[in-house]
């Protein structure tokens, strides 16, 4: 089993439209759960984190997390065109993250 | 805003040749990591540093990878005989403190061997 599992889509949604992105665990021991945004041959770029389980909220962009179910997901309200990048899961242990595959999403005008 | 920044944004190495990878970490940062990620692939921990000392590193950073700060901004990935699987993206990372939420990363270095 995977230690960090996402769906690689890629996901197409129209402008203004709510997107689910996800993520499953398996490492009991993770307590910090961040979401990053990668453009192509870019550096991942830190959007939300959560510690524990629990929602948070920053503008359009809800980060939630199971610990009971090992699931983590982001919602992007009102979705705009310049959302459209890679959303990457990563979770945090011992010194070092452990990302999802990535989540391509492309917000169609 | 503070960012990491790094050094070369694109590099092409004969197979076998030694490569070196640098980085400027976030100046008030004391944690710094380097990562990797081979094209149409996830993002995968290398190593992490702290205090001049490695703090984890995975099974990829064997004997050919080592990790140094020479001064007090610069931290390097020297990557020696290089193969041709380690044409990737090297990502370098840095955060203030031990916790996982507030890790920057670089704009990478892209590393093609040939």
């Known amino acids: 089993q995977k230690e960090v599992e996402q769906d690689p889509g890629p996901l197409s949604v129209p402008e203004g439209a709510i997107v689910s992105l996800n993520c499953t665990y398996s490492?009991?021991?993770?307590?910090?759960f961040m979401w990053y945004r990668q453009y192509s041959r870019k550096g991942p770029e830190l959007l939300m984190y959560?510690?524990?389980?629990g929602n948070k909220e920053d503008g359009r962009f809800t980060a939630q997390v199971d610990k009971s179910s090992k699931y983590i997901s982001l919602f992007i309200r009102d979705s705009q065109p310049s959302d459209s990048a890679t959303y990457l899961c990563?979770?945090?242990?011992?010194?070092?993250?452990?990302f999802g595959a990535g989540t391509t999403v492309t917000v169609r005008a | 805003e503070p960012e990491v920044t790094q050094t070369p944004s694109h590099q092409v190495t004969q197979m076998g040749q030694e490569v070196i990878l640098r980085c400027v970490p976030i100046?008030?940062?004391?944690?710094f990591y380097w990562y990797r990620q081979i094209l149409g692939q996830k993002v995968e921990f290398l190593v992490s540093?702290?205090?001049?000392?490695?703090?984890?590193k995975s099974e990829i950073f064997d004997d050919q990878f080592s990790v140094e700060r020479p001064d007090g901004s610069n931290f390097t990935l020297k990557i020696r005989s290089t193969k041709l699987e380690d044409s990737a993206m090297y990502f370098c990372?840095?955060?203030?403190?031990?916790?996982?939420?507030?890790?920057?990363f670089g704009e990478g270095s892209w590393l093609t061997v040939v």
């Open positions: 990563a979770m945090f242990n011992d010194y070092k993250l452990s």
């Open positions: 100046s008030n940062h004391l944690y």
């Open positions: 959560t510690y524990s389980s």
């Open positions: 490492n009991s021991a993770f307590q910090y």
């Open positions: 990372a840095s955060s203030p403190g031990s916790v996982g939420n507030t890790i920057y």
């Open positions: 540093f702290y205090n001049n000392e490695i703090s984890e």
